[in-house]
């Protein structure tokens, strides 16, 4: 089995609101300095593959990613936590690229990855812009099947795959033959591991593979969407904190404030 | 512009708003978009939906499309309508916004609103592409009153041509404990990492059920294994909207905020007077949970009699 797990470099998501920033006028975040990371369904995605190559006892997991140079960064961190290979697809401006687009750079570059690519995995939207588009475009592009919203892959058998995908009122199992493409969203089972000292190290040995997007030819026309406007979002809430001297004096105080606003 | 909506579920009947035609895939849906005045009010019913709903919808998703000749269609933000979208556009060759909180539709142009970056910012996205998908949030449009006598339409030519490599649902198992939904609730009691464990869900559970109330969590008492994934209340998780949202433990992240947004009221219990989660309460206690939750269960026992 091998896999292609596709990770995406994004603004660290737990930038509290109010130290958040746009330039409205580039319609783009505006936090200068502000830390760069692995997209958090990504981690859960590689989790995953991770997962799936240990229980199955062999095959391959592939970590691809399209961004700027400074991007090999998460390239190296799943190296670090043992992902095989690295490939990135050198983007200098990834936001001026739609979802089709980048779609369609990722399904060329899985068509044109040795050995021959079972398993596509996204997490199930980015950490950024959280469209959630990408990997299901992907298998579009791919013209192979697609489970979304799935959160651990078992090996069925015969080329199949027994995937668990979270529905709102608990979960749904699926059996797919590959190749399929997953995305994938958390539960207790796919947090990403920690790397050992010993393969951070090795990590920066590996090699990391670099296509163009003119290497891959893949992108495909502009998708008719633009961003007109990136601005922060009031908030008028003030809080009202419940006084008391003692916990059980706050509680009281917190339900007969409650009961005066008539929600309980 | 010529709508459709794609109803998949009683909650998506709400993006019936701006009108247009429907498809659905139950006869109960079908007949209640019908009613609501959706026109036609497209009915597939297939064996094939129950094995294979994802690939299966998408092909009678398409053939509604090329029959209602519909050039916007609008489809709910859950966990079949987010799969759909991306690749009805991709098919369609149409311009596509997700999460989409406000639209308008101005002359050939939808104008969308979305949140983006964690609800820290807004995007506004203009489709201009011939074909238009939108994937809305739940409780952004309104479901129109039932005020017609209309039937549903059987929809023919949908091709489910290769339907044997389709993955197939085997099973499908809720996980819905006892008392009402997290979808449902009037009051939800929701807790997050500064819970500290599993165990005192316990005593989460107890407050909720003296208020007839839905227990929640955050991504951060999922991941660590306290709660089922299907508890989890953000922007990928459940988006809830309750009348009254208690969070307890909850530091009050963004993408938690996203998925209460629409509740009317929140109070929150934090040992930390600086987390984000008071900038968005209406109320706020600041306190250690475990000394709290007791006499907080007692005071409403007290006052509701229960």
Redesign the interface.
């Known amino acids: 089995m091998h896999s292609v797990v596709c990770i995406k470099q994004v ?1 660290d ?6 130290a ?1 920033r ?1 330039d409205r006028a580039a ?1 783009r ?1 505006d936090v200068a300095g502000a830390p760069l990371v692995m997209s958090i ?1 990504d981690g859960n995605a590689l989790e995953t593959a991770l997962k799936l190559r240990e229980a199955t006892g062999g095959g391959a997991v592939t970590a691809l990613t399209i961004g700027p140079k400074g991007a090999e960064e998460i390239l190296r961190k799943a190296l670090a936590v043992t992902a095989d290979n690295a490939v990135l697809i050198a983007e200098g401006d990834l936001d001026a690229l739609g ?2 687009e980048r ?1 369609g750079l990722i399904a060329a570059a899985v068509r044109r990855t040795e050995p021959k690519v079972d398993l596509v995995l996204c997490g ?2 980015a ?11 992907v ?3 791919l013209e192979w ?5 799935v ?1 651990q892959i078992t090996d069925a058998g015969s080329g199949r795959l ?2 668990r ?13 590959t190749p ?1 493409v997953v995305t994938v ?4 089972s796919n ?1 990403l591991r920690l790397a050992k000292v010993r393969d951070v190290m090795m990590a920066h040995r590996k090699p990391i593979t670099t296509w163009s997007a003119a290497d891959l030819d893949g992108a495909r ?1 502009a ?11 009031e ?1 008028s ?1 003030k ?4 006084d008391g001297k003692t ?2 004096e ?3 105080n ?2 007969r ?3 005066e ?1 008539k ?2 | 512009m010529k709508l459709l909506a794609v109803v998949a579920s009683k909650a998506g009947l709400e993006l019936l708003a701006m009108g247009g035609a429907s498809v659905s895939f139950t006869a109960d849906v079908a007949a209640e978009c019908a009613a609501r005045g959706a026109s036609p009010a497209y009915l597939w019913q297939d064996p094939l939906f129950e094995k294979s709903p ?2 299966a919808g998408l092909r009678a998703i398409e053939a509604a499309v090329r029959q209602s000749g519909a050039d916007l269609v609008l489809l709910g933000a ?2 079949r309508g ?2 759909w ?3 009805l ?3 369609l ?7 989409c909180t406000g639209l308008k539709v101005e002359g050939d142009i939808v ?1 969308c609103e979305r ?16 074909v ?1 998908v939108v994937g809305v949030r739940a409780g952004v449009l309104a479901a129109p009153d039932a005020s017609t006598a209309g039937l549903p339409a059987a929809l023919d030519g949908v091709d489910t041509s290769g339907s044997e ?12 404990s006892e008392g009402p ?1 997290l ?1 449902d609730a009037k ?1 939800i009691v929701s807790g997050g990492r500064g819970l500290g464990g599993a165990e005192n869900f316990a005593v989460l559970k107890q407050l909720a059920d003296v ?1 007839s109330a839905a227990v929640g969590a955050s ?1 951060a008492a ?4 306290w709660v ?3 508890w ?1 209340i953000g ?2 998780g ?1 988006v809830v909207r309750p ?2 949202y208690i969070a307890v433990g909850i530091s009050g ?3 938690h905020m996203a998925g209460v947004a629409a509740a ?2 929140i ?3 934090n040992t930390d ?1 600086d987390a ?1 989660i ?11 949970y475990r ?3 007791p ?2 269960i ?3 026992k007290e ?2 009699g229960r």
């Open positions: 603004l998501q737990d930038i509290p609101p109010r958040f746009v319609r975040p369904f979802a089709a779609a199930r939207q950490g950024d812009w959280e469209s959630g588009q990408v990997g299901s475009m298998a579009e592009a099947p697609c489970v979304t919203f959160s027994r995937l995908r979270e529905v709102e009122d608990g979960y749904e199992v699926i059996e797919a033959a399929v969203t958390n539960d207790e947090v026309g998708a008719g969407a633009a961003v007109t406007d990136l601005f922060i979002p908030k809430s809080c009202e904190f419940v916990a059980a706050k509680a009281t917190l339900v404030r409650l009961r606003m929600v309980l | 994802s690939e859950d966990s987010r799969e979208a991306p690749r556009a991709a098919r060759g149409a311009g596509i916004c997700t999460e104008r949140p983006v970056y964690g609800g820290k910012a807004t995007a506004v996205l203009e489709l201009t592409a011939p238009k490599r389709w993955p197939v649902r085997v099973e499908h198992v809720a996980e819905q939904s979808q009051v208020l991504r999922v991941d660590e294994g089922p994934a299907s989890q922007q990928t459940k009348d009254l992240a963004s993408q009317k009221n109070a929150a219990i007077k984000p008071f900038e968005q309460a209406r109320l706020g206690l600041v306190g250690d000394e709290v939750l006499p907080l007692a005071a409403c006052l509701l």
